[in-house]
T-cell receptor, first 109, second 114 residues
Framework: AQRVTQPEKLLSVFKGAPVELKCNYSYSGSPELFWYVQYSRQRLQLLLR??SRESIKGFTADLNKGETSFHLKKPFAQEEDSAMYYC???????????FGTGTQLKVEL | EAQVTQNPRYLITVTGKKLTVTCSQNMNHEYMSWYRQDPGLGLRQIYY???????DKGDVPEGYKVSRKEKRNFPLILESPSPNQTSLYFC?????????????FGSGTQLSVL
């Protein structure tokens, strides 16, 4: 069965420091992965998807099939990056999005 | 404004009293889904719908019902709520018959079952 693991519940970094939010997945098929973000008092929203290979708000994520990982990275953390981040895996022929347990990122001044 | 609207925002009820959480989207999306969010467990899918009159179970469907009579509405029904259904619930929709490009989420319904 598919599974998404985010090992860190809370990650606290100083402003300007690099950030890496870890995500590992387990899936026998061809994975399609996403990062969703939930800022305080806002709705959950898509941050980026691996197919697009884009950089959103300075964040990037590369799919590593060998390590079954999709870590989210940003070279210099900003205060406004503080939020809850969820990694998600699309399966079931595109009908099912399995979320990890989330990582709370706190950027301190 | 394109959005997913859930009601109510907060609900406190007692065990066994039937309740319905409504979800409506104005984007003509075919795919709709319900999730519950619990500390340490993340978001877990309850039910999803690929189109009108087409629904299917997610990972945690026990104790819940859904219906999709119209494209825009996807209500979540708890026939006999129990305390273990106390949670934060999110409705989401997406264009196409699958999750597709991205999910649009509602603002959530905090349910407490006493």
């Amino acid at each position: 069965a598919q599974r998404v693991t985010q090992p860190e519940k809370l990650l606290s970094v100083f402003k300007g420091a690099p950030v890496e939010l870890k995500c590992n997945y387990s899936y026998s098929g061809s994975p399609e992965l996403f990062w969703y973000v939930q800022y305080s008092r806002q709705r959950l929203q898509l941050l980026l998807r691996h197919i697009s290979r884009e950089s959103i708000k300075g964040f990037t994520a590369d799919l590593n099939k060998g390590e079954t990982s999709f870590h989210l990275k940003k070279p210099f953390a900003q205060e406004e990056d503080s939020a809850m981040y969820y990694c998600a895996l699309l399966t079931g022929g595109g009908n099912k999005l399995t979320f990890g347990t989330g990582t709370q990122l706190k950027v301190e001044l | 404004e394109a959005q997913v609207t859930q009601n109510p925002r907060y609900l406190i009820t007692v065990t066994g009293k039937k309740l319905t959480v409504t979800c409506s989207q104005n984007m003509n999306h075919e795919y709709m889904s319900w999730y519950r969010q619990d500390p340490g467990l993340g978001l877990r899918q309850i039910y999803y719908s690929m189109n009108v009159e087409v629904t299917d179970k997610g990972d945690v469907p026990e104790g819940y019902k859904v219906s999709r009579k119209e494209k825009r509405n996807f209500p979540l029904i708890l026939e006999s709520p129990s305390p273990n259904q106390t949670s934060l619930y999110f409705c989401a929709s997406s264009m196409g018959q699958g999750v597709g490009e991205k999910l649009f989420f509602g603002s959530g319904t905090q349910l407490s079952v006493l």
